[in-house]
């Protein structure tokens, strides 16, 4: 089961809780009914989940997936954004180099 932030042992009574595991369970297809949210005390001094820096996740063992190729990351120094979400180093300097060629095409026109 895919745990997520949660509440007070444990238990995942709060709406707020609810509204996590409703958004976890849409972006991962992961029935709603089988994802368990629990509290991560690190995380109380952001106050929510959108303020957490990268760094901060990938330090408590979390990982984040490239959106392009699927591949994990769990490097801050591989870990980029990019027009389609996150993406490893690959993806991103395939990326930029992309738009490099796309813009020097245009000049040439």
């Known amino acids: 089961m895919a745990d997520l932030l949660g509440g007070k042992n ?3 009574t709060s709406l707020l809780h609810c509204k996590a595991k ?5 972006d991962s297809g992961i029935h709603y009914k089988d994802i368990r949210v629990r509290r991560v005390p690190w995380a109380d001094k952001y106050k929510n ?12 063992g979390w990982y984040f997936v490239c959106n392009t190729c699927g ?7 591989d ?5 389609r979400g996150y993406c490893c180093k690959k993806c991103f300097n395939e990326w930029v180099e992309s738009g490099i060629k796309n813009r020097n095409n245009s000049q040439k026109v």
Do not use: C, K, R, Y
């Open 10 to 12: 444990g238990h995942d």
């Open 22 to 26: 409703q958004d976890f369970s849409m």
């Open 49 to 60: 989940v959108d303020n957490i820096p990268v760094e901060e996740w990938l330090s408590h």
């Open 71 to 77: 591949a994990t990351i769990e490097d801050v120094a």
């Open 79 to 83: 870990f980029h954004v990019n027009s």
